[in-house]
């Protein structure tokens, strides 16, 4: 695109375009979709400027300025009238006088130039935008980076979830286990009572003395024994359940304790199966005045003399 039909676009947009000339650059705004475009551009630059730019007074020296630059523009003269008027028909009309076409060149120039003082006052503006734009791309870059971090601890918790659903389900498993091992102690809680209700029925009964001896195993808390003591007769029969089986070169010890003697007596070693189950009759190396309680230890193998406190399994009376 020529520069000549560009000065035409600003004079078209403004309005300053006239009769032969305003003919001839609508004909080529027809013809050209290039030109169409670059009008449109400029109308739209116009229209952008004109309703962004505040209410305000014109210098008053720009009045004088372009009453100045008008009257430099001589008329036509009779002799310029006249030949114009004799010239034949179709014949290229003369060339303008050359102040005309500084002023043709002039106006375009001119509208720049107000759109130059309307952008100068409207500067305040403009920085605002970009201070705000600039605010803008901040805060977003702030929210995005929020966003990672808010997607990190979702991310983070449902981890914690999934792990506090094994937990669950693990602790449930437990559970299960420690109701089954319940539900097998009170099989053998039943036992033991049924034993205990058959020595009822034996004569001797009421000079036997029954014991049941509690665990004092964390790792083992089922484990139970009962002790059943002729007084009589010095002699006892021992049901262990649930002990856990010895390693070699250990024993299990079981004392009667007589508040009469200094130290407990012990009544023999034993040992316990697979299942952790015993079943013996015992008697004490001397006479015991009162089977206050009975207690089993742990001992090197062959027993001891005294008991191992802190090897103490269980205890009862």
Do not use: C
């Amino acid at each position: 695109m020529n520069e000549s039909l560009l000065e035409s676009a600003n004079l078209y947009v403004l309005g300053l375009l006239t009769g032969d000339d305003l003919v001839a650059f609508e004909q080529a705004l027809v013809q050209q979709p290039e030109l169409q475009k670059e009008v449109h551009a400029l109308q739209e630059a116009t229209l952008a400027l004109a309703g962004s730019a505040p209410q305000a007074a014109p210098p008053a020296e720009l009045r004088d300025w372009l009453l100045t630059e008008f009257m430099k523009a001589p008329a036509a003269t009779p002799e310029e009238t006249s030949a114009a008027a004799a010239k034949p028909a179709g014949a290229a009309l003369p060339a303008p006088p050359a102040s005309r076409i500084h002023l043709l060149h002039f106006i375009p120039w001119a509208a720049a130039a107000a759109m130059a003082v309307l952008f100068y006052q409207n500067r305040g503006l403009i920085t605002k935008s970009q201070q705000d734009a600039h605010a803008a791309m901040t805060e977003s870059a702030a929210l995005k980076e929020r966003e990672k971090h808010l997607m990190a601890a979702v991310s983070s918790s449902e981890l914690a979830k999934s792990q506090n659903e094994t937990d669950l389900e693990t602790a449930r498993a437990s559970l299960a286990k420690a109701e089954a091992s319940l539900t097998e102690l009170g099989g053998k809680h039943e036992a033991i009572a049924a034993e205990l209700a058959q020595l009822r029925e034996d004569s001797q009964f009421d000079k036997t003395r029954i014991a049941v001896l509690g665990s004092l195993l964390k790792n083992q808390p089922g484990a139970v024994a009962v002790s059943v003591w002729r007084q009589e007769r010095q002699e006892g029969l021992l049901v262990v359940e649930n002990l856990p089986a010895l390693p070699a070169g250990r024993d299990y010890q079981l004392w009667v304790i007589d508040p009469n003697l200094k130290t407990p007596v012990s009544a023999g070693i034993f040992k316990v199966d697979a299942a952790g189950k015993v079943r013996i009759e015992f008697k004490p190396d001397r006479v015991v005045q009162s089977a206050y309680k009975f207690a089993v230890t742990v001992e090197k193998a062959g027993g001891a003399k005294v008991p191992t406190l802190d090897q103490m399994v269980v205890i009862g009376g």
